[in-house]
């Protein structure tokens, strides 16, 4: 008896894990860094992309980042958004809100 107790708390304990994992959702937006978000003017680099790349230089201090409406999540895929920096992308993901990193997926660039 005491083994079906333990096999379906066990049971019940995993499936409440799952049920409580967040959802893979596709965030729209554009690919930037950490540090410049949504205003890369105080950089004086233009185009916006190349001020990206300047900024995650080797990835050290700041990161790729997308910047979705005036929210700007870290992407945990650093190697991906290098081909995007500047441009308007489809990312999916799922979005941890302790750390504010987004777990790529997926990224496309935007129609």
């Known amino acids: 008896m005491r083994v079906a107790v333990t096999l379906v708390a066990l049971i019940l304990t995993g499936t409440s894990s799952w049920m ?3 959802d893979s959702k596709t965030y729209r ?3 930037t860094d950490s540090m410049c978000g949504a205003d890369h003017r105080p950089m004086k680099v233009t185009p916006d992309a ?3 790349r300047e900024c995650v230089g080797d990835g050290k201090t700041f990161q790729y980042a997308l910047l979705d409406g005036g929210k700007v999540y870290k992407l ?3 190697e991906t958004p290098a ?7 489809s990312v999916t993901g799922v979005l941890h809100a302790k750390t504010n ?10 129609n």
Not at 83 to 89: E, L, P, W
Not at 104 to 109: G, S, Y
């Open 101 to 110: 990193i987004l777990k790529v997926e997926r990224i496309d660039k935007a």
């Open 76 to 78: 945990s895929d650093q």
């Open 50 to 52: 190349k001020c990206v």
């Open 20 to 22: 409580s994992a967040e």
């Open 83 to 89: 081909r995007f920096a500047g441009q308007k992308v």
């Open 29 to 31: 937006g554009l690919i």
